[in-house]
């Protein structure tokens, strides 16, 4: 319930009793003949049927202005029979300020001033005399009215521009609620892409370290096993499979750890691949070219990191599908991106219609992850070509 709200349920009583204690009061102190008698009742009884007996009324205009205009024509006449009746004129104030609203208000409390003033003006001369009188009454009673009508618009303003802060204080705690739980989503879903992001980069170190790793020693100890009547080639294929084991058990230990490759920690990424093609190149005979072109320059460890690993997923494809006889690298430094090229001249295989291996779709997931780009060229018969390329300054 606002304060007008308040106010208009505690002024209740000034048109419901008061109007009957004054009118009863005034009528046993100064009803001299059964005219004023009937006058006084004729009052009451208008009140009692338009107002008290009907609330209902009260809320349409019309016939609150047939209401007021009676009792203001009934209480004019009461006052020019006994001037004593203009105590009555504060009923008619009471109704013009509480029922009627602006600006039909403001004729109803002239209407009410010029009884009360009718009364004063008892004895004087109906003339400016009488004007003057009505003028006392009348424009303080209109400025009022008017003073009340500008109050209760303000009032009004403040109740709404209060509730419309109230909805959005309402709206700002949905909000808050929504996001909050919003927040939440989205924690758990990082948490799953992070926990994701981990699996994958696992599994793709992993690839690239034990399997390729275990799939060389598988490769050195059969050739071992044909070449058990030749001392040497067996001490040789012995030796690069006990090799094999030790770096891959090394480049284990530094995927668990998130370390950068062996081949990165001594030198550059150019250097690197030069060695990583050497080792691979002795083990399994296959002639292997690396060549850089463009001006050498630093990248950040994880992009050299990715790269490398392209390279060395692509050799071990070879080493085990290709049959190749040679194979070219090429570390291309361009004005803003970095290019790897492996090619082999190997039995090749058709890209559209063959399921990539786990391989290939690491290699992929690795190299577009760091905003680069991977193409696969092929054919049966015409050997393969990978080529990744990398933004020199990777986002």
């Not at 209060?162 to 909805?167: F, G, I, P, S, Y």
């Not at 290019?339 to 190299?367: N, S």
């Amino acid at each position: 319930m606002t304060g007008l709200d308040e106010w208009q349920r505690r002024s209740e009583p000034l048109t419901t009793v008061v109007p009957y204690v004054l009118l009863a009061l005034l009528a046993a102190f100064r009803v001299r003949t059964g005219l004023d008698l009937a006058l006084c009742a004729g009052v009451a009884l208008w009140i009692l049927v338009l107002y008290t007996l009907h609330p209902a009324w009260r809320a349409c205009p019309r016939v609150m202005g047939v209401f007021l205009a009676g009792l203001l024509v009934l209480s004019l006449i009461l006052v020019i029979r006994d001037p004593w009746f203009g105590l009555y004129s504060p009923v008619c104030y009471f109704y013009a300020f509480r029922i009627i609203g602006w600006p039909a208000e403001i004729f109803f409390v002239i209407g009410a001033a010029v009884v009360g003033g009718t009364a004063q003006a008892t004895g004087v001369e109906l003339s400016w005399g009488y004007v003057a009188v009505l003028l006392a009454n009348g424009l303080p009673m209109g400025g009022l009215a008017w003073l009340m009508h500008v109050g209760e618009g303000h009032y009004r303003e403040r109740l709404a521009a209060l509730d419309e802060a109230r909805a959005a204080n309402d709206r700002l705690a949905a909000a808050l609620t929504e996001n909050a739980d919003l927040q939440q989503q989205l924690l758990a879903q990082a948490r799953a892409a992070g926990v994701l992001d981990e699996r994958q980069r696992m599994a793709r170190e992993i690839h690239d370290t034990l399997a390729q790793g275990l799939i060389g020693i598988i490769t050195q100890l059969q050739a071992a096993a044909h070449a058990a009547d030749d001392a040497a080639g067996w001490q040789r294929h012995h030796d690069s499979a006990t090799a094999l084991a030790r770096e891959s058990l090394a480049e284990a230990r530094r995927s668990v750890h998130e370390l950068r490759p062996l081949p990165l920690e001594a030198g550059r990424l150019d250097d690197a691949l030069a060695e990583v093609a050497a080792r691979w190149s002795a083990r399994h005979d296959v002639t292997v070219q690396v060549t850089t072109t463009g001006t050498v320059r630093s990248m950040k460890p994880e992009a050299e990191a990715a790269l490398l690993r392209t390279a060395q997923e692509a050799l071990a494809n070879v080493a085990r599908h290709a049959g190749a006889t040679r194979v070219g690298i090429t570390l291309s430094y361009l004005d803003r991106d970095v290019a790897l090229d492996v090619r082999d001249d190997g039995g090749g295989f058709d890209p559209a219609g063959e399921v990539a291996g786990f391989g290939l779709v690491a290699m992929r997931q690795r190299i577009e992850g760091m905003a680069g780009t991977l193409q696969i060229e092929s054919e049966p018969g015409g050997g393969t070509g990978i080529s990744a390329c990398l933004p020199a300054v990777v986002p």
